[in-house]
């Protein structure tokens, strides 16, 4: 048996995979995200290990004593600040938060070579501005830094004492000079600090430590060995077999990811791409970002005085489908790719004294939709073009939603089976090769479970709302900075 924990930003997942690779249980335990001022997002990381157990916990005692090794994917980005007894220094900086904007253009102009040795542009998600935003803000905590470490890796350090991260969440941080797969000793002291403030980085399947007596103790497991892990979304792609050059997953969580697996750098990071190392050897990834993909849902299903997500995508069905209903701009905590732009808020536009309820769900579906469509043609744009698309997180389980998207992307979506699972699968896989080898058959993709085709008439009429879409933000770009 094989345990994959996903420290997320809703919850912490955790799931159980048999030696054949087939999931044979799964739990979680829900986290809170505070905001305590314009652009803030953060969160408590003892919360983090509080839900890791409560979901560890959750699983069946018999199958937790069968556990062979344990894998770890958790939300990227995340600063972590310990001081010298390893305890936080502050709530962890999440990787939505955007007060770190201007630490962004800072961070560039230190290190001009910022974009070549990372693949990346300075944005405000990332780690190494949030480090800057905190050096000129709260000094004295700043001081006080002894480590930095991302969410998964701060429960990493509860479990076995070790510091230790894997290659591709340490992408995310713009400490990583990604194409060699090591520290960047540049980076680090663009932002005042050195290699010895950052944990060893490894291979995802690698051993990076093994669990404390106390620990396997209270999780009723042996001493077993603890793999580096990955990246939510490469972690997600592991698990999907997202692992070949052109193979691409689109990943509909808080936030909305597209992933493509490639063989080698592939960086365009003028036109708001992130090139990441995979959480597999020899590996890399292209990635877009949207900041706020089914978290509109959630927000809109509030707004909206309904129940819950089913409820709105029940009375999106319910909309007229006229050509001039409404579009939303999905901007709820600002935007990444293509437009890095942490002041992006969103809009509803074309409201008339008919819009209703239904009209107004249906916009955020499609809205998040055409978000997603921005990001994918950025990726095409950079050299990698994907005939399918294979669909994970909790969004890719409603077929009213999955014919929106296969429509604006104009693409096949693929279903598979554990392909909500997430992340934590992929985890699980990354223990299952620490503890056994590397082994092919152990990333192939799952069974199909069903196909999305694009209907025609649907895309052609996303191709002609895309434009209005795309020129809705430009109008706006300029009045979205310094606006509550």
Request: aromatic share 6%; with cysteine.
């Amino acid at each position: 048996m094989y345990l994959g924990i996903d420290i997320g930003t809703s919850a912490v997942k955790a799931v159980l995979l048999d030696g054949e690779g087939r999931l044979r249980g799964e739990g979680s335990a829900p986290l809170s995200v505070s905001r305590p001022g314009p652009l803030m997002s953060e969160q408590d990381p003892d919360d983090w290990w509080r839900a890791t157990e409560a979901a560890v916990l959750s699983l069946p005692a018999a199958d937790r004593r069968a556990v062979r090794a344990v894998g770890l994917a958790g939300q990227m980005h995340g600063a972590t600040l310990l001081d010298e007894t390893d305890r936080p220094l502050r709530p962890a900086i999440l990787w939505n938060d955007g007060r770190s904007g201007a630490e962004c253009r800072l961070l560039e102009e230190a290190e001009p070579r910022t974009r070549s040795i990372t693949g990346n542009a300075a944005m405000a998600g990332f780690t190494a501005p949030k480090l800057l935003w905190v050096r000129e803000h709260e000094p004295d905590l700043f001081v006080r830094t002894r480590t930095v470490l991302l969410p998964k890796d701060y429960v990493r350090l509860q479990m076995t004492g070790e510091k230790a991260t894997d290659l591709s969440d340490a992408s995310g941080t713009l400490w990583l000079d990604v194409e060699a797969r090591a520290w960047s000793p540049a980076m680090l002291a663009a932002t005042g600090l050195d290699v010895e403030a950052m944990p060893s980085v490894h291979e995802g399947p690698e051993v990076t430590g093994t669990l404390r007596p106390s620990v396997a103790a209270r999780w009723g497991m042996d001493e077993v060995s603890v793999a580096a892990g990955g990246g939510d979304n490469a972690a997600a792609a592991v698990g999907l077999g997202v692992v070949d050059p052109g193979d691409c997953f689109l990943s509909l969580g808080t936030s909305g990811v597209c992933f493509v697996a490639t063989d080698r750098l592939r960086a365009a990071p003028d036109n708001g791409l992130h090139a990441f190392c995979h959480a597999l050897p020899g590996r890399w990834h292209q990635m877009s970002v949207m900041l706020s993909a089914a978290a509109c849902l959630d927000w809109a299903a509030a707004l909206l005085g309904l129940d819950d997500v089913p409820a709105l995508l029940a009375a999106a069905e319910q909309a007229r489908m006229d050509r001039s209903r409404p579009i939303f701009l999905p901007y709820l905590s600002g935007e990444r790719t293509p437009h890095a732009d942490p002041h992006a808020q969103g809009v509803f536009f074309g409201m008339t004294a008919t819009t209703g309820a239904p009209e107004l769900a249906l916009a955020v579906l499609e809205g998040v939709a055409m978000g997603l469509r921005d990001g994918l043609d950025t990726i095409v744009a950079a050299g990698s073009s994907p005939d399918a698309i294979t669909m994970a997180g909790g969004g890719s389980r409603s077929s009213f939603w999955g014919a929106i998207i296969a429509a604006a992307l104009d693409r096949p979506l693929v279903f598979r089976e554990a392909g909500a699972v997430g992340p934590a699968f992929g985890a699980a896989r990354l223990a299952r090769l620490c503890a056994e080898g590397h082994a092919d058959a152990v990333i192939q993709p799952p069974a199909v479970t069903g196909v999305e085709e694009p209907d025609p008439d649907r895309a052609a009429d996303f191709a002609e709302r895309q434009q209005l879409f795309r020129a809705l933000y430009s109008a706006l770009q300029p009045h979205f900075r310094g606006h509550p």
